[in-house]
């Protein structure tokens, strides 16, 4: 059964930090690039950021450049979001995806003071 379980959303003040993980069964890990999705209510998905299965490239949505970092253990089956200086405009529920074949059930994240 394949499965990607996010954790580590929280709710944080304004100018914040988080780390999200999602954590990989049942497919081969290391062979699929993996993504982080957002999404608010009312408003559509937003891609986040992305990593190559190899672990060496890297992509950013312009809104969380230089702010979010996102990384992955293949020998732990998990990728992680590290987010920084957090806004408001990052509340969401996070996903990640495996080459958006597979997807997580999502974890919450609220900035707010």
């Known amino acids: 059964e394949v499965r990607l379980v996010e954790s580590g959303g929280d709710m944080v003040q304004p100018g914040g930090s988080l780390r999200l993980s999602c954590v990989a069964s049942g497919f081969t890990f290391s062979s699929y690039d993996m993504s982080w999705v957002r999404q608010t209510p009312g408003k559509g998905p937003e891609w986040v950021s992305a990593?190559?299965?190899?672990?060496?490239?890297?992509y950013y949505a312009e809104s969380v450049k230089g702010r979010f970092t996102i990384s992955r253990d293949n020998a732990k089956n998990t990728v992680y979001l590290q987010m920084n200086s957090l806004k408001p405009e990052d509340t969401a529920v996070y996903y990640c995806?495996?080459?958006?074949?597979?997807w997580g059930q999502g974890t919450q994240v609220t900035v707010s003071s």
């Open positions: 995806s495996a080459d958006t074949h597979y």
């Open positions: 990593i190559h299965a190899d672990g060496v490239t890297t």
